[in-house]
């Protein structure tokens, strides 16, 4: 059987940045921000518009010289992510999606997601989306209250939502996410009961409902004092509603923060939880291939020269360097634009099997682990899952390994345990 | 050699308050005599560990010998002996006082005579030495001179309109100081033909030569070959060398005789035997009697002190160990605590020389410790008529068995000003002070006497007593005795469970509050765990406190995707390195740090 591989796609661009956003992105026109004036030459043009086909067209590179390395995969799923990707253009988007099937192989089942902000379509572009082969939306809601919204730096209200929404289906989408946050500032059970009730009447397929973290460095963090949060009661509270009434409402729930309608579960995501190879096209995008996790170049300067400096190297057609790369990963002048690289090692794969693993509420099986390392997960694990038994969570039953809900609430608590000393 | 004139020699120290600028005159003598040039002065030459740098203390007392050319023509031998000034090291300071003839008192110009100078100037009258004044740091905006003199005439009741007025800090006036060293310190008596009768008051341990013995030649002569005795611990050895001491280094000489200041050394492998105070003699032509004032010094203050890594205890005792050779007031024996592990008490003559201790562990040896409450030590007399010395408040005997238990008291001096009278009046009421009078120094000052109980000025004392007066108040203590107080111990229960670690005495009165504040403090370090935990404080078995830690709620990252992952490992390996650094008791991990807490129990 062919290998399998997922392609993640990194579009930087948004509209504004949330408050609480510590992913990589920025509004199109700050490209330029930081960088040297001899790299601006490569992104001469000036305006937003000019910054993002310019960064289509590295995009574009990107995917076309790593093809070779990837010629024995089949690619099972494909996810556009952001930023927002909803920025592109239809054609850039589907210029994207061409480079890719032109490329690689890409499975007949295939999923592609794309995310998308509520007001950043316009009319027709889903049609043409879906021409392009994305077959999954997933739409950035986060809350109905047009309050909450606004505090958390949203650039949209639930009408505009609805309004995404709709274009979305009557284009024919029908595989469809909504994000959804609970313990924002202001929020209240209440509220967030109102929330939820809102978008199941929309009836989609998945729901990715989130607790907002607070990360350094966001504005959010930073100003966390003027915010009145929920209170950890209240917090607990809307977990124990989102599991309750999602369930009620036929959504299951497969991850910490994922629920689905039968059959519905993301693929993609799912590869990350159980270790799948992956690779990522474009700023700052991850990819783990054969166990060697590195990232792309989070500037766009170094980026740049990282994919001129790749294509110099290896060309359209350096089979023999790819081979390597396969095997060793990047080495050389391009390496020096890769902020990170690691060989995981069979300790560190194990450790990321458990962790990874038992994200997901099947949690993981004990004889694909004996499958994967060779020896049974008793020997490596026994001491780590009878305490996690007796403190009860963690469940054995059968051949899978999987927390129990305590143990998910508490889960940074269980998965330290199987890190190594 | 030349014989050296006895009627040459001034042996001097210099007295003063903290801060007042002892160690910066000495320099500045040490200067003016020549023996140093500018250049090769560091900052402090008599402050030679860096620790004592950086406090900007003296904690061991050194000695320097400086040769002066006086106006008289003549060339003089100074030995300038540096005493330390701190309280803790009171019985260090006597006898280095008791290897002087004279002592250059020197008081601050602005501040005037503390608490502290008192202490010292007294200590040295009852020396007998001669004491002349010197007011420093005339040139401060602030400086009264003519009301320092009047002070120090009217307090302690010496001559000082003559006093020399100097800057140490700018150099000014230092020559009138060497003038008046010269012609008020008296010169040393004793006859080199008598048995030989010296004073030990310091000594430091060498690899090389191993103790050196720093002493005050009183009667006799001593040199290479004499075997000698020390004549309280009852050593015996063969001196190897003597010689005195130059600026940061020993100087080996032919002979030291009566009046005459230095060092000898005997291959003597511990400064157990070389105490400080004792009388070194020949063996073969002892002294009649030993010179007054020797006393063992024992320990004030004890706690335990733990490796934070207990894999590093074996290098923890060979500190201790290493510490020991040179500081015979540090004494410390092995100890388990169920919380901690294996460790050590240890005890010190104050608060501070504890901290000196730590800290030397931990900079110069580099250990990362835990350390319990420091505490007093306490005498438990039993219902079967015997008394034991209680050092761990752990081994408190059952209460059925105790029929008292007594505490050390001090007698202590404060000097303040008078607009503070009543807050500090106030905080030795809350220490459990005992009035014993006041005594007006001048309209504005007062000098407060008061017993407190050992274990009320331990902790923070001195701390409180400068905020409650803005810094203004001066504070020195001596053991007055033990005495019968109502006390007893308070225990720490951790989900139920005793942590012996956390247990102390206490007076009766203060327990609620100890433990009310020991139960905040805790529940603030101890981290959620999967269930709730319950902090206690109890005596005699009885809960008199309580707080809870709440269970954990949540624990979670909600995101983990591409991305994420390198990242989120990287916080739980954080999460798992924290955990490993905590001491686990019974089923609760407690962090070290939660131990070192509640040791400041009063700065909010």
Redesign the interface.
Known sequence: MMEELSI?IHIPFCVKKCLYCDFLSFPAGEVKRGMTERKTALFDNGTAEDDIEHYVNLLHREIMLSAEIYKKYQVISIFLGGGTPSLLTAHQISRIMETVRSHYRVAQNVEITMEMNPGTIDNGEPEKYITSGINRVSIGLQSADDEELRRIGRIHDYAAFLKTYDMVRMAGFRNVNIDIMAALPGQDTASYERTLRKVTALAPEHISA????LEEGTPLYERQSEYSFPT?EE??EM?RITRQYLASCGYHRYE??NYAGDGYECRH?KV??QRGD?V?FGL?????VQNV?W?NPDTMENYAMYVTSAEAKWGYDGAEHCQFIKVNGLSGTEAGYIP?R?VLSRQEQM??YM??GL?MVCGVSAAKFEQIFGSPIEGVYGETIDRLRR?E?LVRDGDGIRLTERG??????A???F?F? | MAAIDQSKIRNFCIVAHIDHGKSTLADRIIEKTGLLTSREMQAQVLDNMELERERGITIKAQAVRIVYNAKDGNEYIFNLIDTPGHVDFNYEVSRSLAACDGAILVVDAAQGIEAQTLANVYLALDHDLDVFPVINKIDLPSAEPERVKNEIEDVIGIEAQDAPMISAKNGIGIEEVLEAVVEKIPAPKGSPDNPLQALIFDSVYDSYKGVIVFCRIMEGRVSKGTPIRMMATGATAEVVEVGYFGAGQFIPCEELSAGMVGYLTASIKNVKDTAVGDTVTDVNNPCAEPLPGYKKVNSMVYCGMYPADGAKYPDLRDALEKLQLNDASLHYEPETSIALGFGFRCGFLGLLHLEIIQERLEREYNLDLVTTAPGVIYRVHKTDGTMIELTNPSNLPDPAQIDYMEEPVVSAEIMVTTEFIGSIMQLCQERRGRYISTEYIEATRALLKYELPLNEIIYDFFDALKSRSRGYASFDYELKGYEESKLVKLDILINHDEVDALSFIVHADSAYERGRKMCEKLKDEIPRH?FEIPIQAAVGGKIIARETVKA????????????D??R??K???K??EG??RMRQVGNVEIPQSAFMSVLKLDDN
């Open positions: 993640y989130y607790s907002l973290i950890e917090e607990q977990d910490i923060s995501n990350y939880w992956y990522g700052g995008a991850s990819s783990m996790r990232s990170y690691q450790e990321e962790f990874l994200r403190q969570l998910l609430d508490v889960s940074n608590y998965m330290a345990q890190l000393d | 999967l954990m709620r949540k624990d979670v990252l909600a995101k983990c995707y591409g991305g992952i390198t989120k490992k916080l739980l390996e999460q798992k955990k490993k």
